[in-house]
């Protein structure tokens, strides 16, 4: 791996654990030097696809590789790759620093000026051992070792939980920043969909372990729409595009549609009954994520 971002290729990739099946046939590309966000409701396959891409798992089927190199018990993949999970755990002894020296040995592109810089930003305590942090301080910790790794593939595991609004926007702004000065190819998944969704270049949205949407943002925005008016009206003007999700109130009926929202629009133009809008990429998820997702409108 060099410096900048690697290209991330994944085959057919399906991953069981028993009985259940937390990927299936997942296949994906993410190009280097990209943010690509990694989407979906809780159990839909997500860590189980970022650990695999990590190298701390590998699938049951199908291929996975980064920048050519198939990351299960690579050297190569886990020195230029940085991945804390959302759930992470350090010895009970770890202070502050203790952290920081580990994750410099294991990274070698770390930058320990930026990261005593973010410590200060974050005001992460030093004399507070790590098991005693709050769940929003561990998600700091987390933060500051990934950003500060500069590793080529850098992973982010919910990065917000316990964060409050102020400190999730500096998160964001920095992710920015440093992405900007440092390139390099990085995997985010979060449920605040919204909050980030103009930072990702790229989306995979995954339902079940599969994959059912992939492509750049703008693209996902443009290829679909909702749809509002009574229950025949809308069944009407959506049957040429999937339904993704609907949602009922009386008469009347809430559709989101996968399908062309220009060419909706004018479908719908001389139609006073039928209201139809755009829909942002965390709609998007929302509906590939609800309980009637196939449901007629």
């Keep these: 791996m060099t410096s900048t971002g690697p290209p991330i290729e994944v085959s057919g990739v399906s991953r069981t654990f ?23 409701a809780n159990g839909a396959g997500k860590t189980t696809l970022m650990s695999i891409l990590a190298g701390h798992d590998r699938p049951t089927a199908g291929t996975a590789t980064v920048d050519g190199v198939t990351p299960f018990e690579s050297a190569t993949v886990a020195a230029n790759s940085s991945f804390i999970r959302d759930n992470q755990r350090y010895p009970d002894n770890y202070y502050l620093h203790h952290a920081l020296r580990s994750a410099a040995i294991f990274h070698a592109d770390w930058d320990s000026q930026y ?22 301080q561990l998600s700091a910790l987390a933060i500051v070792i990934s950003l500060a790794s500069r590793a080529p593939l850098t992973i982010f595991d919910e990065p917000y939980l316990g964060l409050d609004v102020t400190a999730r926007h500096r998160f964001y702004e920095l992710l920015i ?28 949205i995954l339902d079940a372990g599969k994959v059912i949407l992939d492509a750049p943002v703008d693209e996902l925005r443009a290829g679909a729409y909702s749809i509002s008016g ?67 409108a």
């Design 177 to 204: 920043e440093d992405f900007a000065a440092h390139a390099r190819t990085i995997i985010v998944s979060t449920h605040l969909v919204g909050e980030m969704e103009n930072i990702f270049d790229q989306a995979v």
């Design 115 to 136: 990261a005593e810089e973010l410590t200060q930003i974050f005001r992460l305590p030093t004399k507070t051992m790590i098991q005693k942090f709050s769940r929003g």
């Design 18 to 40: 028993g009985s259940v099946k937390a990927l299936d046939d997942v296949s994906f590309t993410a190009q280097p030097n990209t943010i690509c966000a990694l989407l979906g």
């Design 230 to 296: 009574p229950r025949d009206a809308v069944q009407n003007y959506a049957q040429n595009g999937q339904v993704l999700h609907t949602r009922h109130l009386g008469p009347l009926v809430t559709a989101t549609v996968r399908g062309d929202f220009e060419q909706a629009s004018q479908a719908v133009a001389d139609d006073e009954r039928l209201h139809i809008s755009p829909v942002s990429l965390q709609d998007l998820v929302a509906a590939i994520g609800g309980e009637n997702p196939k449901e007629a």
